[in-house]
């Protein structure tokens, strides 16, 4: 536990530099194809699975906002049918400048993973984290492509822990300056 508050104090010293920016937009969704690097806790290798992540920002400054992240991933690895939810809240860092945006986010919430093979099917919600960051390329006033996204997604289902990477990539849409 003393490491995620090691992270954060990081995150938030890094926030420093980010009090200096003029304009912003106060909301931003975001929407694109992800891929999910799923790690089997030892049963396997690591699972590859395709889908979606979204966001909806609100920001309070020019640095800080609130960010909501959803995301679903389907698969069949191995004859193992997989679906994958995450539902994740938390803060974002962004140091906007003209030409891009970096930005840094601290998500916490809950995955959902079903699993179904011929013999049945399992199912299971568990506490999950998401740490990571991107870039995001502003086109428009209220336009943007975000270039990447990279999270680690640590979630915790049937008592082992997973380390998961996941990479998004997609639109932004910007709201009120």
């Given at each position: 536990?003393?490491k995620?508050i090691?992270m954060?104090?990081i995150?938030?010293m890094a926030?420093?530099?980010l009090?200096?920016?003029?304009n ?11 891929y999910?690097s799923v790690?089997t ?5 690591r699972?590859s ?19 909501g992240d959803?995301g679903g991933y ?6 193992v049918t997989v679906?994958d ?5 938390g803060p974002t860092l962004t140091?906007?400048?003209e030409h ?8 916490f919430?809950?995955?959902h993973?079903?699993?179904?093979i011929k ?6 919600t568990?506490?999950?984290?998401a740490f ?5 390329l502003?086109?428009g006033?209220?336009f ?5 996204q990279?999270d ?10 997973q ?13 009120g300056k």
């Open positions: 536990m003393n995620y090691v954060l104090g995150l938030l926030a420093l530099p009090l200096a920016q003029d912003f937009p106060r909301g931003q969704v975001f929407g694109g194809y992800s999910l790690d806790s030892g049963l396997s290798g699972k699975l395709n889908g979606w992540n979204g966001q909806g920002s609100v920001n309070f400054n020019k640095w800080l906002g609130i960010t959803f389907y698969g069949s690895p191995d004859n679906h939810y995450s539902f994740l809240f140091y906007r400048t891009v945006a970096p930005f840094f986010h601290a998500l919430g809950g995955n993973i079903n699993t179904s013999e049945g099917s399992s199912g299971n568990a506490f999950a984290m990571g960051g991107g870039l995001d502003p086109v006033e209220h943007g492509v975000r270039l990447a990279v680690w997604l640590r979630t915790q289902h049937f008592s082992t822990s380390n998961n990477i996941r990479l998004s990539t997609g639109i932004m849409f910007n709201f």
